[in-house]
């Protein structure tokens, strides 16, 4: 199996589906964000995150890293022609998923009056209450999800993680907050529009499973329940210590307030902005990544992954910049006291951009194998990373938090990209992005200089214009030659 044109235009295509999908959810995003800002309040919306963030960081426990080990058995049975495996497979893994997340929904439940009590939020036992019982439902749509994408549904997939949840979501909220009712009220209607959210997904997954499960072929592969296990135990600990990716936000309810938590919900959800180029191929590739590994084409692997970096480095720098330049203005449109998290999200958006120059990095080392060294360098970074933000979060609060935060998101894709380095020979990050940074500088000159005629935004909409028409020429010498893929693939 090698890396043809064919194969990278289909990555593009559905990558660029991925984007368009994350591109109509962002105004739902907004639009559910501005009502929890604007009608729930800073404090029912930051203790909603409290608890929202504890069912993340639960649900990746309790994942085990099945679903992750489904992507790639799956795959690769499906590439051999084997897909009666795959249901040998999927059933066991969902429902030890199913048993384990019941029963850390339970201890929830049980534990909500102690946690309101840690957090300093009296309302949240209420949206626990809600929360609890989509714990389960949410960590089996994992299992479905990485199923379905494994076995060619990539769009599918990438329409219920990047557009669905956030359109059921956002109805939900909209239905619930129409209804009314005092600051009790409104904490739990958040929990319940996630809960129905939830459930509606799942069913959705549920269907897409049968559909293409019905299309494979019915061949059983020699790979057993157990193989799946002793894979995913790796990707468990790897899941337990991504889920940490979430914990800064219960740090800083520990040491500040839920209304500190809101700010900063928000700085985090708007620099996720910049992820979104890595988020559509990252829907894509994995699939790609196990396969090329099985079939040991390393050198069509390193293309695919320095490929698609430099495309999502290309779209991410522009964003990035203009989430730094506007940040007092974008954040002032949830409420005035929001424009607090201006600093925050200035350095949580400089993190993101070296995440996306990094590329793929975790999955390429999960799905070629080499789960432990993901785990021991995660471990790593976590210790680091958490020091930094018990430190800096009790002295700096909210701005402290961010830079321990995007500290850590730096180190683990440089130790990620050592890994690869060292285990693959594969340079796997954005390389030939010289264009794009003194496009982007020189675009930045631009928005200074005719700020002062047309405001912030509109300055802005010529730092996009000019940024485009600097790296246009790049970015079609890169679509015409195709990189002479034939050349290099043969």
């Known amino acids: ?25 962002g105004p739902l995003w907004y639009l559910t964000t501005l009502v929890m800002a604007r009608y729930y309040g800073a404090q029912a919306m930051g203790t909603y995150f409290i608890a929202w963030n504890l069912v993340l960081i639960i649900t990746g426990i309790c994942r085990l890293g099945l679903d992750s080990g489904l992507l790639r058995f799956s795959a690769i049975l499906h590439a051999k022609g084997q897909g009666g495996g795959v249901k040998r497979l999927f059933w066991p893994a969902i429902g030890l998923m199913t048993l384990v997340s019941t029963g850390a929904a339970a201890v929830l439940i ?21 929360l609890a019982p989509a714990l389960p439902v ?30 059921t979501f956002a109805i939900f909220l909209l239905i619930l907050a129409y209804g009314g009712g005092n600051l009790i009220d409104k904490v739990g209607m958040l929990g319940l529009a996630a809960l129905l959210s939830c459930l509606v997904n799942l069913l959705f997954l549920a269907i897409l499973y049968q559909t293409w499960t019905r299309r494979i072929s019915v061949s059983p592969g020699e790979d057993s329940f157990r193989d799946l296990f002793w894979y995913s135990l790796p990707l468990f600990v790897n899941s337990i210590l991504l889920a940490f990716n979430t914990v ?7 040491f500040t307030s839920p209304q500190e938590v809101a700010y900063y919900e928000v700085a985090a959800r ?3 902005i910049i992820m979104l180029p890595l988020v559509a191929v990252n829907s894509v590739i994995p699939p790609l990544i196990a396969q090329f590994y099985e ?47 201006s600093f925050a999200l200035i350095v949580l ?24 060294q993901v785990a021991g360098l995660r471990f790593v970074a976590m210790i680091i990373s958490f020091t ?30 050592f890994a690869i380095w060292r285990y693959m020979k594969i340079r796997s990050f954005a390389r030939g992005i010289m264009v794009a940074n003194i496009s982007a500088l020189l675009a930045v000159l631009c928005f200074f200089l005719t700020r002062p005629w047309v405001g912030s935004f509109g300055a802005a909409g010529f730092f996009l214009l000019a940024y485009l028409a600097l790296v246009a020429k790049s970015i079609k010498k890169e679509i015409e030659s195709g990189f002479d893929f034939q050349k290099k693939t043969a």
């Open 1 to 25: 199996m090698t890396l043809s044109p064919r194969t990278l235009r289909n990555i593009a295509a559905d990558s660029s589906l991925a984007i368009i999908l994350v591109g109509l959810s």
């Open 248 to 254: 800064d936000r219960l740090v800083l309810g520990y």
């Open 110 to 130: 049980l534990c909500r009056e102690w946690l309101a009590v840690r957090f300093g939020a009296p309302y949240l036992p209420m949206v626990i209450l809600f």
């Open 388 to 417: 930094l933000m018990v430190v800096l979060a009790k002295t700096h609060g909210l701005n402290g938090l961010a830079c321990a935060s995007a500290t850590g998101n730096v180190l683990i894709n440089i130790f990620l990209i």
């Open 349 to 372: 958006s400089l993190g993101e951009l070296v995440n996306v120059a990094a590329g793929s990095v975790g999955f390429i080392l999960n799905m070629t194998g080499h789960q432990w």
């Open 295 to 341: 079939f040991g084409n390393l050198q069509s692997l390193e293309m695919m992954a320095q490929t698609t970096a430099r495309w999502a480095y290309h779209m991410a720098l522009p964003l990035t910049l203009l989430l730094i330049l506007l940040a007092p203005e974008i954040l002032g449109f949830f409420g005035k006291d929001f424009s607090k998290a």
């Open 270 to 272: 708007l620099e996720t």
């Open 138 to 167: 949410f960590t089996i749509s994992f299992g479905f999800r990485e199923t379905i994408r494994a076995l060619g549904g990539v769009k599918s997939a990438v329409f219920q993680k990047n557009f669905l949840i956030h359109l």
